[in-house]
T-cell receptor, first 112, second 116 residues
Framework: DQQVKQNSPSLSVQEGRISILNCDYT??????FLWYKKYPAEGPTFLIS?????DKNEDGRFTVFLNKSAKHLSLHIVPSQPGDSAVYFC???????????FGGGTRLMVKP | ETGVTQSPTHLIKTRGQQVTLRCSSQ?????VSWYQQALGQGPQFIFQ???????GRGNFPPRFSGLQFPNYSSELNVNALELDDSALYLC???????????????FGEGSWLTVV
């Protein structure tokens, strides 16, 4: 039973345009959500997070939106740059646990 | 550079053998978690160690075991290796027993294990 899902395995975007990566979850106990970026041969790098008490968090070109009623979050990257090309993972945690539950990842390709 | 180092970076083992993977956590971090990432999937939580004690475990069999040392470095041991154990094993270090804030969780670059 996948509690965190990223339904798009890949996404291709033109440089300068917006990239929107989506993530859905089923566990209503999740109260903190994170996005990680992963290049080949490297470990995941933390990008941005959001608490369940908020619906938006922004950090430079990266914004995460949370829709609790829909159990959906999204990561917006504006403007997209070729260096953003990587695999992006959505992860979630609950107060009751001490582990991160990851989605399957979305491979983003930003074309120059 | 996260300050989390893992060794070895790559290794090949035969089915039935045992393997030990090592992780040095970021300076000052007292919590280490291990994740398994199979090809094309997201990382799956194996277990976490906090102050040398196991502090949570995912859905992995007992042949996956671990240790944390007084300097907070950690080992992951896998016995009776199976072909499906082939994966990238990631170590994550953080402060505190719970992943209370995403920006305090740092991942190493992982150890690629191939079981043949």
């Amino acid at each position: 039973d996948q509690q965190v899902k990223q339904n798009s395995p890949s996404l291709s975007v033109q440089e300068g345009r917006i990239s929107i990566l989506n993530c859905d979850y089923t566990n209503s106990m999740f109260d903190y959500f994170l996005w990680y970026k992963k290049y080949p041969a490297e470990g995941p790098t933390f990008l941005i997070s959001i608490s369940s008490i908020k619906d938006k968090n922004e950090d430079g070109r990266f914004t995460v939106f949370l829709n609790k009623s829909a159990k959906h979050l999204s990561l917006h990257i504006v403007p997209s740059q070729p260096g953003d090309s990587a695999v992006y993972f959505c992860a979630a945690k609950s107060n009751a646990g001490n582990m991160l539950t990851f989605g399957g990842g979305t491979r983003l390709m930003v074309k120059p | 550079e996260t300050g989390v180092t893992q060794s070895p970076t790559h290794l090949i083992k035969t089915r039935g053998q045992q393997v030990t993977l090592r992780c040095s956590s970021q300076s000052g971090h007292n919590t280490v978690s291990w994740y398994q990432q199979a090809l094309g999937q997201g990382p799956q939580f194996i277990f976490q160690y906090y102050r040398e004690e196991e502090n949570g475990r995912g859905n992995f069999p007992p042949r996956f075991s671990g240790l944390q040392f007084p300097n907070y470095s950690s080992e992951l041991n896998v016995n009776a290796l199976e072909l499906d154990d082939s994966a990238l094993y990631l170590c994550a270090s953080s402060l505190g027993g719970r992943a209370s804030s995403g920006n305090t969780i740092y991942f190493g670059e992982g150890s690629w294990l191939t079981v043949v």
